[in-house]
T-cell receptor, first 116, second 116 residues
């Protein structure tokens, strides 16, 4: 079974600075998807960014980018120019490419605080 | 607007009672999922359904039951056999790769269940 590990339960960053959240995963598959979800205090889960394993290029979405290292099974999230609204729980998630609409496997999350 | 709705937002249950959490989607997604969220545990899969009239157990299915009689609905029943049901419950839906959404899952706003 696949597992996802987020080794940083809590992180903090100064407003306008850059922060990197870590995620590692364990799988024997070669094709899969990786995601970062954000959960603000409202508890609504919001997709931040996604990466297909077959793509070598790292995904970017505005101030959010990933460092995808397939061989190392690492998928870190970098947030640039941090804003107060970035404060939230961040979850890394894995999904197999095979088997149709399979569920996500989540890490335990990293709570990010943004300091003004 | 297309989306996922969950009701109620807050639910209180007495010991020994069964309760049903509602989840409805109008995104025309084939697959639907139930996750449970506890502090420090991330999201754990309870049940999922890839197609109408079919569903599979997740990692923590004991004490829960589901049905999938309609594409747009996937209710979750928390039975009295669930020993520690107090948690935040999230419903999600997703479509296949052909739709262009890269197997993304969309989440509802959640239901907070408290056992009195």
């Amino acid at each position: 079974a696949q597992t996802v590990t987020q080794s940083q339960p809590e992180m903090s960053v100064q407003e306008a600075e850059t922060v990197t959240l870590s995620c590692t995963y364990d799988t024997s598959e070669s094709d899969y998807y990786l995601f970062w979800y954000k959960q603000p205090p409202s508890r609504q889960m919001i997709l931040v960014i996604r990466q297909e394993a077959y793509k070598q290029q790292n995904a970017t979405e505005n101030r959010f980018s990933v460092n995808f290292q397939k061989a190392a099974k690492s998928f870190s999230l970098k947030i640039s120019d941090s804003q107060l609204g970035d404060a939230a729980m961040y979850f890394c998630a894995y999904r197999t490419e095979s088997g149709g609409n399979t569920p996500l496997v989540f890490g335990k999350g990293t709570r990010l605080s943004v300091i003004a | 607007d297309g989306g996922i709705t969950q009701s109620p937002k807050y639910l209180f249950r007495k010991e020994g009672q069964n309760v049903t959490l509602s989840c409805e989607q109008n995104l025309n997604h084939d697959a639907m999922y139930w996750y449970r969220q506890d502090p420090g545990q991330g999201l754990r899969l309870i049940y999922y359904s890839q197609i109408v009239n079919d569903f599979q157990k997740g990692d923590i299915a004991e004490g829960y039951s589901v049905s999938r009689e309609k594409k747009e609905s996937f209710p979750l029943t928390v039975t009295s056999a669930q020993k520690n049901p107090t948690a935040f419950y999230l419903c999600a839906s997703g479509s296949g790769r052909a739709s262009g959404t890269y197997n993304e899952q969309f989440f509802g706003p959640g239901t907070r269940l408290t056992v009195l």
